[in-house]
C-alpha cells in the first residue's frame, strides 16, 4: 500500500532554516510528481510547492517562492523541501502527497495520497 511519511519538522527561530523530508513507499516513486501543503490552525490547507517526477521541473506558492526548495531522490524514493528565511507566519502542520500524475499540480485534488504530516512552529 501507498505510505508517505514526513519528517523534520520542529521549532525554529525566524530566520532560521528546517529541512523536511518525505519518504515514499508502497509504488514507483519516480513514476508520480510529488507536492508539499501546508495548513495553519483555523486555516484551509494550502499549496506550498511541486515537483515533476524527474525532478526537473518545479512550482512553488508566492508565499515560498525564493525560500523554500522542493526537490527529490528518486533513488532513495525520498522527496524533500529546504525552508529558509522561515518567518512566523510560516508555522503549521506540513504535508507531502503523491500527485495523481507525473506533472506539477497546485491544486488538492491533484493529489491522491497525504502523509500524516509534521509540526513546524516559527517562533519571532
Known amino acids: 500500500q501507498v505510505q508517505l511519511v514526513e519528517s523534520g519538522g520542529g521549532l525554529v527561530q525566524a530566520g532560521g532554516s528546517l529541512r523536511l523530508s518525505c519518504s515514499a513507499s508502497g509504488y514507483t516513486f519516480s513514476n508520480y510528481a510529488m507536492g508539499w501543503f501546508r495548513q495553519a490552525p483555523g486555516k484551509e490547507r494550502e499549496f506550498v510547492a511541486t515537483?515533476?517526477?524527474?525532478?526537473?521541473?518545479?512550482q512553488y506558492a508566492d508565499t515560498v517562492k525564493d525560500r523554500f526548495t522542493i526537490s527529490r531522490d528518486n533513488a532513495k524514493n525520498t522527496a524533500y523541501l529546504q525552508m529558509n528565511s522561515l518567518k512566523p507566519e510560516d508555522t503549521a502542520v506540513y504535508y507531502c502527497a503523491r500527485a495523481r500524475g507525473s506533472l506539477t499540480i497546485t491544486t488538492i485534488t491533484g493529489y491522491d495520497y497525504w502523509g500524516q504530516g509534521t509540526q513546524v512552529t516559527v517562533s519571532s
Open positions: 515537483i515533476i517526477r524527474s525532478g526537473g521541473a518545479t
